[in-house]
């Protein structure tokens, strides 16, 4: 890796956004933080702080831009910026909003990324979140599900696109994992089912081979892996954290 290489992530003000930032940090990374609630960042000691809306291509570009100008040229770009829940056909149908934060602003952030990448020729790396929810259904989320399973088709047409230019591109598909956002799914789970949150616990645990939720700190581990040497030959992949619930 570069000395103090430059990192943006977005996403990055909690959940696993925010342990990637923290992760990255330890390994030694100047790091810029995109995220609809810069303020969340201001605890994060020497993190650049950018409110940014992904699903807004001027914003993504005009964050970029100045990440670049202050922190320097890009050495990797960690897309993890996304909202979760159900959506239903008929007024209020959350389709379009959640499509265009997890995939359009995906591809948002890896384009605008490309445009400040750091000259090679050391590796440089793109990484995106998506989700367990990429390689198989649930009823009531076609948005959720449409858009992780889109990001695998986004990453590996990258990963193709960029490739002679010494650029990895890959993807993380978490299962369950303890963040705000899990907890919401579990929540609704309980209401639809009528049962205690700790109940809907249990039984969405009982799907997970290793009986519990990954951590943030797991997924951000992956992610330090995905830029290190140890990962220089792996592109266009999508890397299963679930615990066994998914076995591809």
């Given amino acids: 890796m570069l000395s103090a290489p430059h990192v943006v992530v977005t996403g990055a003000s909690s959940g696993i956004g925010r342990a990637i930032?923290?992760?990255?940090?330890?390994?030694?990374?100047r790091v810029t933080g995109l995220a609809r609630r810069a303020e969340l960042l201001s605890s994060l000691d020497g993190v650049l702080g950018l409110p940014c809306d992904v699903s807004d291509r001027a914003a993504v570009d005009a964050a970029f831009a100045q990440?670049?100008?202050?922190?320097?040229?890009?050495?990797?770009v960690v897309a993890a910026a996304g909202i979760g829940g159900a959506n239903a056909?008929?007024?209020?149908?959350?389709?379009?909003?959640?499509?265009?934060?997890?995939?359009?602003?995906?591809?948002?952030?890896?384009?605008?990324?490309?445009?400040?990448l750091a000259p090679g020729p050391d590796r440089r790396y793109f990484i995106v979140i998506a989700s367990v929810l990429a390689r198989f259904g649930v009823p009531g989320y076609t948005g959720y599900c449409a858009s992780k399973?889109?990001?695998l088709g986004l990453t590996r047409a990258m990963a193709l696109e960029l490739a002679q230019e010494g650029v990895l591109v890959n993807a993380i598909c978490p299962g369950w994992?303890?963040?705000?956002?899990?907890?919401?799914?579990?929540?609704?789970?309980?209401?639809?089912m009528g049962?205690?949150?700790?109940?809907?616990?249990?039984?969405?645990?009982?799907?997970?081979?290793?009986?519990?939720m990954g951590t943030p700190e797991e997924i951000a581990g992956v992610v330090a892996w995905l830029m290190s040497p140890a990962a220089s030959c792996v592109t266009g992949q999508g890397i299963d954290v679930n615990g066994g619930a998914w076995m591809g």
């Fill in 67 to 76: 990440a670049a100008e202050v922190n320097g040229p890009i050495f990797a």
């Fill in 21 to 29: 930032v923290l992760r990255l940090q330890a390994d030694g990374a």
């Fill in 177 to 192: 994992v303890d963040t705000d956002m899990a907890w919401s799914g579990i929540e609704g789970m309980a209401a639809a």
């Fill in 195 to 212: 049962v205690s949150r700790e109940e809907a616990h249990r039984r969405a645990m009982s799907a997970v081979p290793l009986g519990r």
């Fill in 89 to 116: 056909p008929g007024a209020g149908d959350r389709f379009d909003e959640i499509v265009a934060t997890n995939l359009t602003g995906a591809y948002n952030t890896l384009r605008a990324g490309q445009r400040h």
């Fill in 149 to 151: 399973a889109a990001l």
